[in-house]
């Protein structure tokens, strides 16, 4: 069993930086997939980022260049550092992992999350 807890969501005006944290309880991160996803309001979660070590890193194009997804193992957190934030990365943003082999996009397939931190961004 895996626990998962988020933080570091707030509010910024557009162009500013958050950096959200995920610890992790119950298992090691090192060499496990794990990932952000953000859901907005009215749409489906979609993911931002994900990351097995740090020379396996994967984002989706809204984000590449803004984000950075990083691991601390030796404290079993996951980051998300983000900048040049836009309005439209408005949303809640959650951490999750995946157990199987080859690190997956889909959040269906992701075993453990957490329960979120809200970002908003205001122009």
């Known amino acids: 069993q895996v626990q998962l807890v988020e933080s570091g969501g707030g509010s910024v005006r557009a162009g500013g930086s958050l950096r959200l944290s995920c610890a992790a309880s119950?298992?090691?991160?090192?060499?496990?997939?794990m990932a952000w996803f953000r859901q907005a309001p009215g749409k489906e979660r979609e993911r931002v980022a994900r990351?097995?070590?740090?020379?396996?890193?994967s984002y989706a194009d809204s984000v590449k260049g803004r984000f950075t997804i990083s691991k601390d193992n030796a404290w079993n957190t996951l980051y998300l550092q983000m900048n040049s934030l836009k309005p439209e990365d408005t949303a809640m943003y959650y951490c999750?992992?995946?157990?199987?082999?080859?690190?997956?996009?889909?959040?269906?397939?992701?075993?453990?999350w957490g329960q979120g931190t809200q970002v908003t961004v205001s122009s």
């Open positions: 990351i097995v070590s740090a020379d396996s890193t």
């Open positions: 119950g298992s090691t991160i090192r060499n496990v997939c």
């Open positions: 999750a992992v995946y157990l199987g082999l080859v690190c997956t996009d889909d959040p269906g397939r992701y075993s453990y």
